[in-house]
């Protein structure tokens, strides 16, 4: 029998739902209301010299690559698996149009993280 | 048995708007719909690290677009949902979960479900005064 790559995409699931669950709400606040417009954080939290050595340091580096791929794979595999509750049939395309569209999240998000260097 | 399968058209109930039938249902379909705000939250980081990477100009406008009051609105959606996830991922995870047993007696889903909860509160204070300790 063929060994079945469902499990590897749960695992990428449950993990980026239990970070989103954890540090989603917070992260969000923090970077989309609280940092840009200057409420409870200065104007200049997220200035481009900070951004980039948060962004070149290896802890938040990594730190940033995986809270972005993992929330990918979480969002796009509970996306797939809703299709069906749409009504829209599911196949390989489906699949790969969902997976595939993590693949590109993550890939984008390692190499800019790459260039930025260290 | 003749007759083409086309023939007999029998009656099939449609399942068009099936989750609105429910509060339910509907519930159901919001906790995946969230999906789609952790989606929207992965591509916003992706496009701001591609644009910190671009230099500093391309930052600055990416910084400009987080300030128009879209992305403000988008972003307290954003809130909603993640909240939302957070609340309904922990409403789950006893049915995920396998059975715990803690001294003989099964953790009970409302322990397993509170704990979650109290996580994500400490996660967000712990994360919070580090963008306080941070910002200067």
Redesign the interface.
Known sequence: MKRSNAPVFWVLF?A???L??????????????????GL???PG??S?AR??AL?RHGWSKGL?FI??AL??W???H??F??LH?L?IRTGTFAQLGCYGGALV?TV??AV??L??GF | MSDAAGARRPYVRS??GW?RRDPFFARY?LR??T??A??A??????VG??R??QG?AA??GW?AA??SPW??L???L??AA??F??LS??EIMPK?LPAIFIGGRRLSAATITRS?WA??VL??IA??AL??W???
Request: proline share 3%.
């Open positions: 449950g980026g739902g239990m989103a669950a954890l540090f989603g709400p917070a992260l969000v606040l923090i970077s989309g209301i609280a940092a840009p417009l409870g954080l200065p939290a997220l481009y951004v980039l962004a940033l809270v972005i929330f990918a979480h969002a796009m509970r996306i698996h809703s509750d009504g999240i984008v998000s800019s993280l260039s930025l | 399942m068009r989750w379909m995946e719909a999906s789609v952790v989606l939250y992965a591509l916003v980081l992706t690290l591609v910190l990477a500093e930052w600055n910084l987080l300030r992305a403000v988008l972003h307290l954003l809130f993640m909240v996830h957070a991922w922990f995920t979650g996580a994500t996660a967000s994360l919070c963008a306080w941070w910002r200067s």
